[in-house]
Every structure is written in structure tokens, then in C-alpha cells.
């Protein structure tokens, strides 16, 4: 009887409370000092990132080391943009027009000859898939440089290209691609563009002028960072219907922030890459109802340091890297994003046929504890924990698992206090909750 009243407890008080997330951003050791530009991720054990002066590195094991990629690249090319496709396979994009790519992983770069006209800063260069891509360049004569290809790079086809409007220019990575029907870049000049791999762009406007970089939660749904003239004038705009037309979110973040990213379709979450100052650390914010509230998820991380770019490969795993919080300098960094949930082997006999939340272990524990779960089918999984009367104090997993599998996950408590709690598990119509203890 009295377990049954304390899980009443629990989930009547589920909506009341609010919790202390358990996912991290953790710094990396890189081999380079000079500023990261953008980074991304192919796998959750493989990332890319690029930075002037011919820097490219990697990491093919999760971040556990990382390697220089430059190969054979010219000397004081300032690459920009980056798009990988596999730990062999990568794009990168220069501040003087220049494309390259690598099919070796980066020990010889290929020039890649764009058709007239060529442009002066290459903002994007994205792949949806090893053939298929577009490169997207800062207007020359007044007209877009927007290229695609289909045989992996092979040809390109110039356009249809928008025009562009006075002295319009893009900002590196400030742009969104679910696929080859929904695209969208960001200018200098109030104007969020979409549009399709071969169909053209339209445009919809915004209040402010820059827009340094934008995410996408499904075709409809999407968020954009923006900023004034004045740089410590910096807001967000939301739009609910394609980007036909923007409103102000009604968040404010600290700095200009210079890079969005989701997950398409995969969740409601986002995340936001902000600039700092000489003494103020670069902050990294998240959303997880599609850009109605920002949660800022990082302090004091990288002090004097400017978040520039991130990369999402799912709701668990991401990289962020960093350069100097004012002007170029040595103040490369790479974080990596985990939320410590981990599938349990990979023998497909072991698929589970039904739905169990197992005891934690070790029990009593200090101050981390593994929680295995398993899960019969695709469902919405929550992982919360409480205290004994009731209040949320930690959700660890609040996202779609889309296979059914074992899961396990690592949950530290560091941030409290001794004594007893319970972790509740639900996933589609499964609940169960169990019990744990935390000795310090």
C-alpha cells in the first residue's frame, strides 16, 4: 500500500516539478591551437572540424583522441565550412571562394572547380547523402552563387540562384537542410531564404538584420538566431510555418550566437552555440519545445572563448568547437555532447520481447550509478528520478529511442545531497519505478 501511494505521489507531482538535466558538454584535447570555424558530425565516433589557416582534425573514436586531417591542403587557406560524409570522405569550404574534398580522410585534398560564377566565400557546403549536395557562396553581380550536384561532386549545376539585394551576404553555416525539398540560409540583410536542391528560393523577413544561424525541427518549425547592428543586441526569432514569416521568441541570449542545430523529426530539442567575451565564457543553450524556451546548458565552460559551430548527430551525441571571443586568434576548442545512455551489446537475439526496468548498480553508490532498461519497441522513453516526497530532481532521458534494444545509462549525482530516491521509468504505456540510495 505504501508503494502504491508514493507512485501516485510521483506522477501527480510530474508536471509541478523541474529537474537538474544530466547531459554534458566536456572539453576535448585537440592538436591545434588556432580557432575552429565548424565541425561535423558523421557518426557518434567521428567528427570533422576546420579552422583557418589549412586546419582540419578529427576524431575517429568519440572524441577519445583527435588527429590532424590537412594532408596536402594549401598552406593559409581559411576554411570555413565543413561537411563529412564518412571518416574517409569530407567537404570544406574557403574564405576565398575555394572548394576541396577528401576521399582518403584527409591525407590528399582535391580542389573541386565550381561553375562561373565563382564565388568569393564559401558560407555552405552540405551533403544529404555521398552524391548529393549543394555548395552555397556569398552574391557575385548581385545574384546568389548557389551550386548542387548529383554524382557526388563529379559536376555542379549553378542555380536557380535568388537575387540578392544590396550588399546581402551570408554568415558561415547560418543555414538549415532536412532535405533536398527544405532548405534555408540566413543573411546580412533581414531575410531568412528557403527553398529546394533545384527549385529556387523565396524569402521571408525578419526584424533584425543578421541572422547568424538557424535550426530546424520538422518542415514547419524552426528557430533563428539573430543580432542587430549592435553586437550586444542579440534575440531569437521563431517560425511555425516554413519560414514564410519570422517571430521573436522573446529569449535574449547573453552574446550573439553563431550556430543552431537539431534533429529533424527526431525530437523537439535544439541547441544554440553563443559567443562570449574577453571574460565571459561562451555559453551553449537548449531548447525542448521547439524554441519557445531557451535553458542555457553550460557554465563557465570556455572563458574568453566564442562558440562558433556545432553538429548534432542525434539527441545524444554532438560536437561544438570554439575560436577567440573577439578577433582571430589561438583559441581553438572542441566539446562534445553526450547524455550517457548507451546500448547494452549488439547480438540481435537479444532483442527483448518486453518492457523492464532493472536495479541500478552499484546500489548504494557515489557518485554515479548505471541503470539498465529494455524497451519491446519504438516508444518515447522518460527516465526521471525523485526524491522521497516526490519531487523531480533529474530526468535523464526524456527522448525517442526508435529500436527496440537493452539500454543502459550512466547518471551521476554529484549535484546531490545523500539519501534515498527513486528512479521512474515510462515508455509508451510501461511505467515502473524503483529505488536507489546515495552515500557520500
Known amino acids: 500500500m505504501r508503494k502504491v501511494k508514493l507512485l501516485f505521489v510521483l506522477f501527480a507531482l510530474l508536471a509541478m516539478t523541474s529537474g537538474v538535466f544530466a547531459q554534458t558538454w566536456t572539453a576535448q584535447t585537440i592538436p591545434v591551437t588556432s580557432d575552429l570555424n565548424s565541425c561535423w558530425a558523421t557518426s557518434t565516433t567521428v567528427c570533422w572540424a576546420c579552422g583557418p589557416g589549412s586546419v582540419v582534425i578529427k576524431t575517429t ?17 581559411d576554411l570555413y565550412t565543413i561537411c563529412g560524409i564518412s571518416d574517409q570522405i569530407c567537404w570544406v569550404g574557403a574564405g576565398d571562394g575555394s572548394l576541396y574534398k577528401t576521399t582518403n580522410g584527409g591525407t590528399n585534398w582535391t580542389f573541386v572547380s565550381l561553375p562561373t560564377p565563382a564565388t568569393a566565400f564559401v558560407d555552405v557546403v552540405h551533403f544529404f547523402n555521398a552524391n548529393t549536395g549543394f555548395v552555397l557562396g556569398d552574391p557575385v553581380g548581385g545574384v546568389w552563387c548557389y551550386y548542387w550536384t548529383t554524382n557526388a561532386g563529379t559536376s555542379w549545376t549553378f542555380g536557380p540562384a535568388p537575387t540578392a539585394t544590396g550588399t546581402e551576404a551570408g554568415w558561415n553555416n547560418s543555414y538549415a537542410a532536412i532535405d533536398t525539398g527544405h532548405i534555408w ?5 533581414s531575410r531568412i531564404y528557403k527553398g529546394g536542391l533545384r527549385s529556387g528560393f523565396t524569402y521571408g523577413t525578419t526584424t533584425s538584420p543578421y541572422s547568424f544561424g538557424m535550426c530546424f525541427y520538422d518542415y ?17 526569432v521563431n517560425t511555425t510555418n516554413g519560414g514564410t514569416t519570422w517571430t521573436a521568441s522573446g529569449f535574449t541570449p547573453a552574446n550573439i550566437c553563431f550556430g543552431m542545430k537539431s534533429v529533424p523529426f527526431s525530437s523537439t530539442y535544439g541547441w544554440m552555440a553563443c559567443g562570449g567575451s574577453a571574460t565571459a565564457a561562451g555559453k551553449i543553450y537548449r531548447t525542448t519545445n521547439k524554441g519557445t524556451s531557451w535553458t542555457e546548458q553550460t ?3 570556455a572563458t574568453g572563448k566564442s562558440f562558433y559551430a556545432m553538429s548534432m548527430f542525434n539527441v545524444n551525441c554532438g560536437w561544438a568547437v570554439t575560436g577567440t571571443a573577439v578577433t582571430g586568434g589561438t583559441n581553438g576548442g572542441v566539446f562534445k555532447y553526450t547524455d550517457n545512455i548507451s546500448l547494452i ?3 540481435t537475439n537479444s532483442t527483448p520481447t518486453s518492457f523492464a526496468l532493472n536495479q541500478n548498480y552499484p546500489n548504494p553508490f557515489n557518485p554515479t550509478t548505471t541503470i539498465d532498461f529494455s524497451i519491446a519497441k519504438a516508444s518515447f522513453v522518460t527516465l526521471k528520478v525523485y526524491d ?3 519531487n523531480e530532481v533529474m530526468t535523464l532521458i526524456n ?3 526508435k529500436s527496440a534494444n537493452n539500454y543502459s545509462y550512466t547518471a551521476d549525482f554529484s549535484k546531490l545531497s545523500s539519501g534515498v530516491y527513486y528512479y521512474s521509468i515510462k515508455a509508451g504505456d510501461f511505467t515502473s519505478t524503483k529505488k536507489l540510495m546515495l552515500i557520500k
Open 220 to 236: 514547419n518549425t524552426g528557430s533563428a538566431a539573430m543580432t542587430t547592428s549592435t553586437p550586444s543586441v542579440a534575440g531569437n
Open 399 to 401: 527522448n525517442e529511442l
Open 185 to 189: 540560409f540566413g543573411t546580412n540583410f
Open 345 to 347: 551489446g549488439s547480438n
Open 388 to 390: 522521497v516526497l516526490g
Open 61 to 77: 573514436n568519440g572524441g577519445t583522441s583527435w588527429t590532424s586531417a590537412a594532408g596536402n591542403m594549401p598552406a593559409a587557406t
Open 299 to 301: 557554465t563557465s565552460l
